[in-house]
């Protein structure tokens, strides 16, 4: 497709509808071919404006921006627009691959979407001017952070066997580094558990193109502002956490999880936002297992002690948290500095008999509420929110097989978003709040953007995104 047919295609008209009466903010985005891929992103409007999206069709990336019209008065949230922009389209300088993710950042002091392709980076600028190849290695998976703490968005990526980075300079250049990680000393086994924590790590995508049992993770361990890497070897149970630098990589520390086990998804996270680095172990727990009634997922959490190689503090979990099992919501979100647990727990105290008479019904009344992870002396304690969601859920027979209608959403509002049959319904402690859905809509996620969590809802085989401000 030409440059000149792709914007003609860019002159077609962005509908951008407003939600009627009480409810969340809800826009809606069209687009003159089916996209793929998704990013809402601030742009130069202001925290309460509606965000640009992002979205990308193979090589193209269109960016759509709603307009800032007189706002209606009878509509309740004046921030909401009245009219739209048609999205431009930008034939991406990608060498091989179309992206697999998309990402909002900053790029030369400016707001960006970095599309991140197998062993590539383009950074796009929402504001105008063309985008520009900015890392390349063959088999890296590329993910977006700040790693030097400096206000500007770094690149940082594994290929299963190394770490990579590239950190971004005043003139939006990004200097290269990289470290080969030991090798691990057997052939890795087969990926044992699919739940995966933090969406901000590469491992999923590294593992289906490597036989290495590296996993890699982006987070600020110490609360000084920058990412630090975590390279976690599953089979040795050995993280070690390093802080890229100009000059390379440098050692931070060690710490041996070993004592973990092999089940589950163990990882280190600053969960209470303290400046302290915990253990924790996300796990699977079938119905029989631990007393476990329905599958639920089970939070332990080990504060870690020691010199040289830090170790997991103690045999037992200083915390643990569980929730019914709900196919694709993972239950750890982040809220603010630190992050929140999602607890959901059937509704009605019943027996354990009852219990899992109603689950093979085909359905559960749940309750939801949130925890979030405070600091103490002795680790982190967790802080309830007042309140609890109410929602039903389709039971999970077998847990590792399903493919759920929910998403878990963070931010200032942590809760859980269900997708019903016409519907979009999105609870969370303060109440329930329903959007219209249209048939064979797919609930793609939630994402951060200009002060708000939005929901995102792929529709019309991907020709539309509606969007919910959450």
């Known amino acids: 497709m030409t440059r000149r047919a792709l914007l003609t295609l860019a002159a077609l008209l962005l509908l951008c509808a407003p939600a009627r009466g009480q409810g969340p903010s809800v826009l809606r985005w069209t687009f003159p071919e089916p996209v793929e891929r998704l990013a809402p992103a601030a742009g130069s409007g202001g925290p309460d404006a509606p965000p640009l999206m992002a979205a990308t069709a193979g090589r193209v990336l269109y960016v759509a921006r709603p307009d800032l019209a007189a706002p209606d008065p009878a509509r309740p949230d004046p921030a909401q627009p009245d009219a739209a922009a048609p999205p431009l389209a930008r ?3 990608l060498a091989a691959a179309a992206p697999e993710a998309l990402q909002a950042g900053t790029w030369r002091g400016a707001p960006a979407i970095f599309c991140l392709a197998p062993g590539e980076a383009v950074a796009v600028p929402l504001e105008g001017g063309e985008g520009r190849s900015v890392a390349r290695a063959p088999g890296m998976v590329w993910r977006v952070a700040d790693l030097d703490g400096d206000g500007r968005d770094d690149l940082w990526g594994t290929d299963g066997r190394s770490l990579a980075a590239a950190l971004q300079d005043a003139d939006g250049g990004f200097l290269p580094v990289r470290l080969d990680l030991p090798a691990p000393p057997a052939p890795a086994p087969a990926r044992r558990e699919a739940w995966r924590v933090s969406a901000g ?21 110490d609360g000084d502002g920058a990412a630090e890497l975590t390279a976690l070897d599953e089979q040795a149970g050995t993280a070690r956490v390093y802080r890229a630098e100009r000059g390379g990589f440098r050692p931070l520390f060690a710490a041996d999880l070993a004592a973990l086990g092999a089940a589950g998804d163990v990882f280190l996270l600053d969960l209470d936002g303290d400046g302290r680095a915990e253990a924790a172990r996300l796990r699977l727990l079938a119905p029989g297992e631990e007393g476990a009634v329905l599958p639920m997922l089970a939070l332990d959490v080990f504060p870690l002690s020691g010199s040289g190689p830090l170790r997991a503090a103690g045999a037992r979990p200083a915390l643990r948290l569980t929730t019914v099992f709900a196919p694709e919501a993972e239950p750890l979100v982040r809220a603010g500095p630190g992050w929140a647990f999602l607890a959901l727990a059937p509704r009605l105290p019943a027996s354990a008999g009852e219990t899992a008479r109603l689950a093979a019904g085909g359905e559960l009344e749940l309750s939801l509420r949130v925890a979030r992870f405070v600091p103490s002396p002795d680790g982190p304690a967790v802080s309830w929110d007042a309140g609890a969601g109410r929602l039903t859920l389709p039971a999970a027979a077998d847990p590792r097989l399903a493919a759920g209608p929910c998403r878990a959403a963070g931010g200032a509002r942590p809760g859980v978003a269900v997708r019903g049959e016409g ?15 249209r048939p064979g809509a797919f609930l793609l996620g939630s994402a951060e953007a200009a002060g708000r969590s939005w929901l995102l809802l792929r529709e019309d085989g991907g020709r539309s995104v509606r969007g919910a401000a959450w």
């Not at 036989?211 to 600020?220: K, M, P, Q």
């Not at 109440?431 to 859905?437: H, L, N, V």
Request: net charge neutral; charged share 25%; glycine share 2%.
């Open 91 to 93: 034939l991406l300088p």
């Open 201 to 221: 790590r590469a491992a999923e995508a590294v593992q289906a193109r490597s036989e290495a049992s590296f996993r890699v993770w982006a987070d600020d361990l």
């Open 423 to 437: 519907r979009l319904l999105l609870v969370s402690p303060r109440g329930a709040a329903e959007i219209p859905a």
